[in-house]
Structures are given as C-alpha cells and as structure tokens.
T-cell receptor, first 117, second 109 residues
Framework: GAVVSQHPSWVICKSGTSVKIECRSL??????MFWYRQFPKQSLMLMAT?????????EQGVEKDKFLINHASLTLSTLTVTSAHPEDSSFYIC?????????????FGPGTRLTVL | GQNIDQPTEMTATEGAIVQINCTYQ??????LFWYQQHAGEAPTFLSY??LDGLEEKGRFSSFLSRSKGYSYLLLKELQMKDSASYLC??????????WGAGTKLIIKP
C-alpha cells in the first residue's frame, strides 16, 4: 500500500514559538492532503484539506493564520503551528489520497505529538 | 446536518465475536470506511463498502445497508491485540470524509 511519512514524530516547544510538521507521500502522488488533530480520548478532527498548488480549505473554527498549510508539491505538505500555546498540544495526523488509488482512500501518516510548554 | 453514530465503548472476551455498529446520516453517500486506531497511533485502513452486502477479509468483515444508513464491523476470534478504537467514516456527495467518534473495544482474557 501507499506510504505516508511525517516528521517529526514528536516535538516539545516553548510557548510562543512556531513548529513546522512535514507530511510526505513516499511512493505515490498525493493530489489531496488532509490535516487532522486529535486530543486524548477523542476522535479525529479535520483541520484542513489541501490540494497541490492551491490554498488549503480550513474547517470551521480552525484559524488559518495560526495553522499555516503549504502543499507545494504532489509529495509534500507542511503544517506550521505559529505562536504555539499549551492548548495547541495535541496529536497531529496527516493523510493523503491520490488519483491512482481506488475510492479516494486516505493513507495516514504516523502522526506528530506536539507538546507546548 | 451530517451525523455518524457508533457506540462509545464495547467489551468482549478473547476468542469471541464482536459486532460494532455504525449508523449514518449524510448528504449523499460515496462509500463507508472502517479504520482501526491503537492508542497513540494513526488510524489504519480496515475495509471499504460502497455496495450493499458483506465484505469479508480474514477475521474482519464489514456489512453495509445503504437504504438503512447502517454498517457494522464484525471481528471474529478476538485477540488481545484487537483492543483499539474502531472508526467509522462516510464519504459524502462532495467526497468529504465524515468521521464517527470511534468505538473503543476492550478485549478481556
């Protein structure tokens, strides 16, 4: 199956700093990438959907100026959490789908655990 | 609005069978997914149904009834490693994936 990687797998940062998370599709072209956030014992919450070369579509309640998403190529999307605060501490997961696969299945990265002190 | 319902938590015994139900109300339907998620890990794909009926894959089977807006995931010969959350997700008419809150499955020896 398709492989999606995320980097870093975990990060600890001070309040007020910015953190960049990378999501890469390793063996297929990801026309669409999704960014999710998951708090402990809760389900996945879609933050935004991005298509290569165009601006991301953010879900209601997600601040686009705080969570910057760039999908510059068919294999790479980045999420930057700007001026992070402790309430941004969460498990961030990306997924990707590509035209070469059936039924728009989403392939998930392993996730990035962000802790803001 | 769009809604997916599944039980919050279920408990079953090792070696037994368990059925996790999912009902959905979405604007359009383009398929239903089941994912497994172990604590602290990303979801992994289990099954996909777009036509009515049962799809069997090893110990796991998934059933769909589009007219009833209903699906279930059937797990047979339960093993301790099956303890996880099981997420039901539906693709709507805009091909947006709508997620259920997940069912936490606890397996006891």
């Amino acid at each position: 199956g398709a492989v999606v990687s995320q980097h870093p797998s975990w990060v600890i940062c001070k309040s007020g700093t910015s953190v960049k998370i990378e999501c890469r599709s390793l063996d297929f072209q990801a026309t669409t990438m999704f960014w999710y956030r998951q708090f402990p014992k809760q389900s996945l919450m879609l933050m935004a959907t991005s298509n290569e070369g165009s601006k991301a579509t953010y879900e209601q309640g997600v601040e686009k100026d705080k969570f910057l998403i760039n999908h510059a190529s068919l294999t790479l999307s980045t999420l930057t959490v700007t001026s992070a605060h402790p309430e941004d501490s969460s498990f961030y997961i990306c997924s990707a789908s590509g035209l070469s696969y059936d039924y728009n299945e989403q392939f998930f990265g392993p996730g990035t655990r962000l802790t803001v002190l | 609005g769009q809604n997916i319902d599944q039980p919050t938590e279920m408990t079953a015994t090792e070696g037994a069978i368990v059925q996790i139900n999912c009902t959905y109300q979405t604007s359009g339907f383009n398929g239903l997914f089941w994912y497994q998620q172990h604590a602290g890990e990303a979801p992994t794909f289990l099954s996909y149904n777009v036509l009515d009926g049962l799809e069997e894959k090893g110990r796991f089977s998934s059933f769909l009834s589009r007219s009833k807006g209903y699906s279930y995931l059937l797990l047979k010969e339960l093993q301790m490693k099956d303890s996880a959350s099981y997420l039901c997700a539906v693709t709507d008419s805009n091909y947006q994936l709508i997620w259920g809150a997940g069912t936490k499955l606890i397996i006891k020896p």
